[in-house]
């Protein structure tokens, strides 16, 4: 895998599509205007009077719908600056044991020595133990609040390689201010509902209102389908970049290539009813974290993948690979008893070779 070519690709294709978002900003509000213009003149040619426009028509317009966007993004950003671990608890994730568990040991060693070779802090390391299903996410507004969880079906079904390439991929998302990225994201989404809420709101008083309601609110609607899907779009960009950085970080495709073949059989199974899918998924499920997943939850409605937040399993399994590649059976993995991390000098050795890994460019000081 050429991971600088898909890490580079994916932070242009990113830029790209965050200015589009807000070009669609931009023609959302024009589009309201228009609509109401367009509302006032269809009016204005029913009635025998002539009724020019108010004075203030277009300011008043752009003013209010954007007053309405950046309202919505703040309400909505505020409401998820409780933090990643307040996140994690809410959806019933509680703190790594590693004096209890060897599996929850190494999870926590890894995400040691994972931190410390990426030069970044460690964030709170937590565990769903009701999810079966492989799978993790990261949250966080600043490191201060960055939290790494894991569900059990991770710790129970990934050997010490696998598991590495699932918390490097979590810890991109933290490095590259992902999560911090998909929240604003949200927010602004959030703002552009608004929009659409505040015509249907309009329109329910009737009369007139309902005439200018409803174009406000078609103008709403196709500004937030747009948002939504270029929201994906940036969403399934920074998956195929945090894939990318975790090869780079652990110079293994199989890490997390064989963490992506071995939840394809899961899913298969649960596809199959062999388990059931909400039991499978636990708290990954509540809609608060879905798009933060390391993999997203299955969707069988085939007319909405467009807006997905993670891009189809087959095609990041074959970026990782560069060709496709079957599923992995799957089962319980041995977990070996491992001592508390501790940066002792044998620790340092290992984490000097680990930091050389994610820094290929250290000792020359060429550039990255």
Known sequence: MKFWDRQNAARAETRRLLLAFGVAVLLLLVGVHLALALAWLVMAALLPVQLPFPAGFMVTNVGVSLLLVLGGWWIETSNLRGGGVKLARRIGAREARPGVSHAEQRLCNVVDELCIAAHMPRPQVMVLPRAEAINAFAAGWNEDDAVVAVTQGALDYLDREELQGMVAHELSHLHEGDTRLKMQLAGMVFGLELITNFGGEVRDRGGLAWWFGSAIMVAGSAGWLTGRLLKAAVSRQRELLADARAVQWTRSRD????????????????????????????????????HMLLVQ????????????????????????????????????VEVKPEAAFRESAVDVTVTTSLAAQFDPFAKSGAPP
């Open 255 to 290: 890490g997390l290539g064989q963490v992506l073949r071995k939840v394809m059989t899961q899913r298969a199974g649960q596809e199959q009813g062999r388990r059931g899918d909400l039991q499978a998924c636990g708290g990954v499920a509540h809609p608060a974290v879905e």
């Open 297 to 332: 939850l299955p969707n069988e409605r085939r007319w909405l993948r467009r807006l997905d937040s993670h891009p189809p399993l087959k095609e990041r399994v074959r970026a990782i690979y560069g060709h496709p590649m079957s599923p992995l059976p799957i089962g319980p």
